[in-house]
């Protein structure tokens, strides 16, 4: 890896913040030589602030914190993005992200994010909590009857019923993901292996 610029900019690069699963941009700061290697030793995304003129780990007062999955630099290597996963809101306002553009992803992330959340808080009225509560078993199977009605409704002519069943059988495979410890990301990982063989 070459050695990144930090001249140019009077000791800081720009830092761009990207979300691993929606690849929505989350926010901007800057990096010092120190903040870069604080950041690089601990997984955890510390910029260097200029209004307190100094270090500034993400989090260290909200909790939300930006755990580093990938470093890459620019073609001149005086700009950073950092691929994170986020322990919450990116934004002082309480958003997702410090830009209102939504996430480029498709919807399926943030239908897999809302299915997490629902889980993880324990939300009790909550048709997902209550299916992963009943354990692996039940989930498998509620996958294996939705595709069963799946391959039903294929082999007829009605398409909103074809697309319902569709849409039923995504969802309980997301809570499947989930009740494996795994995520739509890893299975896409895996088929981008497959395309490049």
């Given at each position: 890896m070459k050695p990144i610029d930090f001249n140019k900019g009077n000791g800081l690069v720009p830092v761009i913040i990207q979300d691993i699963q929606t690849a929505q941009v989350l926010m901007l700061g800057y990096m010092n030589q120190v903040a870069y290697e604080q950041t690089c030793q601990e997984q955890k995304v510390t910029f260097f602030s200029r209004s307190k003129n100094r270090l500034w780990t993400k989090g260290e007062t909200s909790g939300n914190y930006l755990w580093v999955n990938s470093i890459d630099y620019d073609c001149d290597q005086d700009a950073l993005l950092i691929l994170v996963q986020a322990d919450g809101p990116c934004c002082h306002t309480g958003s997702v992200s410090c830009f209102p553009t939504p996430s480029p992803?498709?919807?399926?992330?943030?239908?897999?994010?809302?299915?997490?959340?629902?889980?993880?808080?324990?939300?009790?009225?909550?048709?997902?909590?209550?299916?992963?509560?009943?354990?692996?078993?039940?989930?498998?199977?509620?996958?294996?009857?939705?595709?069963?009605?799946?391959?039903?409704?294929?082999?007829?002519?009605?398409?909103?019923?074809?697309?319902?069943?569709?849409?039923?059988?995504?969802?309980?495979?997301?809570?499947?993901?989930?009740?494996?410890?795994?995520?739509?990301?890893?299975?896409?990982?895996?088929?981008?292996?497959?395309?490049?063989?």
């Amino acid at each position: 890896m070459k050695p990144i610029d930090f001249n140019k900019g009077n000791g800081l690069v720009p830092v761009i913040i990207q979300d691993i699963q929606t690849a929505q941009v989350l926010m901007l700061g800057y990096m010092n030589q120190v903040a870069y290697e604080q950041t690089c030793q601990e997984q955890k995304v510390t910029f260097f602030s200029r209004s307190k003129n100094r270090l500034w780990t993400k989090g260290e007062t909200s909790g939300n914190y930006l755990w580093v999955n990938s470093i890459d630099y620019d073609c001149d290597q005086d700009a950073l993005l950092i691929l994170v996963q986020a322990d919450g809101p990116c934004c002082h306002t309480g958003s997702v992200s410090c830009f209102p553009t939504p996430s480029p992803r498709p919807f399926l992330y943030d239908l897999e994010k809302t299915i997490q959340k629902r889980i993880d808080e324990e939300v009790e009225n909550s048709y997902t909590y209550q299916l992963i509560k009943s354990g692996i078993h039940k989930v498998a199977q509620k996958v294996g009857e939705e595709a069963v009605e799946l391959v039903i409704e294929a082999m007829d002519t009605n398409d909103d019923l074809f697309k319902n069943e569709a849409a039923d059988l995504m969802y309980h495979f997301l809570v499947l993901l989930k009740a494996k410890n795994t995520d739509l990301s890893a299975i896409e990982a895996v088929l981008k292996q497959r395309a490049e063989r």
